[in-house]
């Protein structure tokens, strides 16, 4: 679990960042190749980020992350079919808490990197996809190789991640029998009760370091 948090994070800031960063031109699995290591060189010297300083964390995950993510897809994926039947208002409240869960999870990952380095792989798509797989492995100091892929789709806005795959698991998967679990148990409502829940338990805590 802690590999895949940190992994999680590595991904995430390596897009966000290269999203931000590139021209709107600029093919997915190029953009994230070009600002990845540089990402990942800049948490490794910062010694905020390193010691689990969460209001550190929060900061550049809101500058640098959040603008190319598209939460609400993601959150409606791991919805399923529940988010059709959300109303507008509870599916922005179930976006914001999830948005708030995962920069949490990102947090404690974020310490977590020291020596890793990131090798992607020819990307797959034909002229005029939208939506492209950007694959990855993360070469790690002891052990073999991680894969570590992307689901990005172009938006009017550029490119944005909707889904990570860490160790053979999508992230949207890994939290959708979760959530339909609550659901079954309290409705979309009770589900937004929840993430405020753990959101509340881990924003009282004065830095968040990956278990």
Known sequence: MKLMKQLLAMATIAFATAAQAAPATEAPDVLVKRISQDV??????DKAIQAG???RVTEL?????LPYVDFQRMTALAAGRFWRDATPDQQKQLSAEFRTLLIYTYSGALSQIKNETVEFKPMRAEPGDTEVEVRSQVNV???????LNYRVAKTPS???????NVLGAWLVETYKSSFASEISKGGID????TLQAKNKALASRPTVKAK
């Open 61 to 65: 995950v809101e500058s640098k992350i």
């Open 40 to 45: 990942i060189d800049t948490a490794k010297a």
């Open 158 to 164: 550029g490119w944005k991640i909707y889904d990570i």
């Open 190 to 193: 009770g589900l937004i009760k």
């Open 53 to 55: 300083d969460i209001k």
């Open 141 to 147: 100091a002891r052990g073999e190789p991680v894969p």
